[in-house]
């Protein structure tokens, strides 16, 4: 962190001088490690058109956090980590079984998780308020730890881009053609969807509950309106998360407002941009 904290003060910002705002400095770097994770999961989410699927799996995650609070673990983002994997498991095993649409398998999950959540967070007469910092979260209360974990979490979904990417995308656009080929649905399925978990689950403290879902289809929507190949689709959803994750964070903090609706703003702004872009493109 030293040699981040140096580079940082080289920033003609005031918080940015040598020695004050650590939690700033902490700040800029989780969003630099945070956003690259949602511009790369973006286009996928956007692709499968599972665009609610984050949401749920934000409620399932929520509820492993109460969990883990009433049973007493002094971090209870892993029993959370954990649920979240077991949900994304369970939703890609039961959407493989049945007919029903994807987003209504979602709703059942996503109802269901909510409502398991709300149940153990009360459970006892307790109150639900020590959890309203989930619902807008607090990106300037991360850790150091927390962003090395990130940052390992992001250099394992790069190379599962570098891997995958041709599969994903084939398996997200042509199921059937993917199939001929002898891709494995289920298991390219299973995979990227706990990405999506352990990422919506690890970050959800400092996005917050209300508008994580935002952040991982708002870029890959943006970009999904000028790409005209998947490099450029790829490269422009990265572009779009890591700028609006930026502008957002110092919006937010020159204006005194939440950084995770700050920054999901700035994405409704490029996305605004790419259809107006688009449109006179047409």
Same mark, same amino acid.
């Given at each position: 962190? &030293?040699?981040?904290?140096?580079?940082?003060? %080289?920033?003609?910002?005031?918080?940015?001088?040598?020695? &004050?705002?650590?939690?700033?400095?902490?700040?800029?770097?989780?969003?630099?490690? /945070?956003?690259?994770?949602?511009g790369l999961l973006s286009t996928m989410v956007v692709e499968k058109r599972m665009s609610f699927f984050s949401d749920a799996l934000g409620h399932s995650a929520f509820t492993g956090i109460a969990?883990? =609070?009433?049973? #007493?673990?002094?971090?209870?983002?892993?029993?959370? +980590?954990?649920?979240? /994997?077991?949900?994304?498991?369970?939703?890609?095993? +039961? &959407?493989? &079984? =049945?007919?029903?649409?994807?987003?209504?398998? /979602?709703? +059942?999950?996503?109802? =269901?998780? +909510?409502? %398991? #959540? /709300?149940?153990?967070?009360?459970? #006892?007469g307790r109150s639900f308020t020590k959890f309203n910092t989930l619902l807008v979260g607090d990106i300037l209360s991360v850790t150091p730890g927390k962003i090395a974990l990130l940052a390992l979490i992001l250099a394992l979904v790069v190379v599962l881009w570098f891997l995958s990417l041709n599969q994903l995308t084939l398996s997200a656009v042509h199921p059937a053609l993917a199939r001929s080929r002898g891709i494995q649905l289920w298991r390219m399925e299973a995979l990227f969807n706990c990405a999506v978990a352990v990422v919506v689950t690890l970050t959800m403290t400092w996005v917050g509950l209300l508008v994580i879902n935002s952040l991982l289809v708002l870029p890959g929507a943006a970009a999904r309106n000028v790409a005209g190949n998947l490099r450029r689709y790829t490269l422009f959803s990265l572009l779009s998360a890591v700028i609006s994750g930026v502008a957002g964070l110092m919006m937010s903090y020159y204006i005194g407002a939440s950084a995770g609706a700050s920054i999901t703003l700035i994405c409704a702004i490029c996305f605004g941009a790419t259809y107006l872009m688009r449109g006179n493109a047409k």
């Open positions: 962190m &030293r040699i981040w904290y140096a580079l940082v003060d %080289l920033l003609p910002f005031a918080w940015a001088e040598p020695g &004050r705002m650590l939690f700033m400095k902490n700040a800029l770097l989780a969003v630099l490690v /945070i956003s690259p994770l949602f969990a883990g =609070t009433l049973a #007493g673990f002094s971090d209870p983002s892993w029993c959370a +980590v954990a649920l979240a /994997i077991c949900f994304a498991l369970l939703f890609t095993w +039961v &959407r493989e &079984r =049945t007919r029903l649409a994807s987003d209504t398998v /979602i709703g +059942v999950f996503s109802s =269901t998780a +909510v409502a %398991l #959540g /709300i149940f153990l967070s009360t459970l #006892g």
